[in-house]
């Protein structure tokens, strides 16, 4: 069997306050599959735009005179201007609802004051996760709050846009919105439905 070319652009997407640069970098990858040796040689390059170092420097340089992603987004109120957004962005979503009818029926009993501790939990949940000063703690894991919804990547992926809708709406930078992206990106494998989650 010969060889073959290989070409691909993977997408890199951390959490790491060091890497986080990393989610907003081209990648492209370049190499050779070795049926005959049973291996893969590869290089993978980073691509940069013109400036782009710069502009990470100064981005960096704002991190660290600002401190935490928390106060960076605005302190308690931006962060709860956001939960509440967002939350009422889900509750609203013609598209999930309609999209997973378990959803759209746990989201018909959040009125009123289960509104407001949803909105509640949901800020106390992002302050904690941005570095606030918040003592949140869950008292049930994600999974378990989660899995009788049988969420699917396509709901996440509805939710994606939700959330990034919400904190262009209220004013996040770029750099902070990728930051929150990432962190909230890492919840998912407690809350999207994985295929052992069938046998339940």
Same mark, same amino acid.
């Given at each position: ?16 306050? &060091? ?94 004051? &289960? ?24 008292? &049930? ?60």
């Amino acid at each position: 069997m010969p060889n073959s070319a290989l070409g691909w652009c993977p997408r890199l997407l951390t959490g790491h306050p &060091r890497y986080l640069w990393l989610n907003r970098t081209l990648h492209v990858g370049v190499g050779e599959l070795r049926p005959r040796e049973t291996r893969v040689e590869y290089d993978l390059f980073v691509v940069n735009v013109a400036g782009e170092d710069v502009l990470e420097a100064k981005s960096a340089n704002r991190t660290n005179e600002r401190g935490s992603l928390y106060n960076r987004l605005g302190g308690e109120a931006a962060v709860h201007a956001i939960a509440r957004d967002f939350v009422d962005a889900l509750l609203g979503n013609i598209h999930l609802n309609r999209q997973n009818r378990k959803v759209a029926v746990a989201h018909s009993t959040v009125l009123g004051e &289960r509104r407001r501790k949803a909105i509640q939990l949901s800020a106390d949940m992002l302050c904690k996760l941005t570095g606030g000063p918040c003592d949140y703690a869950l008292t &049930r894991p994600l999974r378990d709050t989660h899995v009788h919804l049988d969420i699917t990547e396509a709901d996440w992926s509805l939710m994606r846009v939700d959330l990034e809708r919400v904190l262009t709406k209220n004013h996040i930078a770029k750099a902070e919105r990728n930051e929150v992206m990432a962190i909230i990106e890492r919840t998912k494998v407690e809350i999207v439905k994985q295929p052992f989650d069938q046998q339940r």
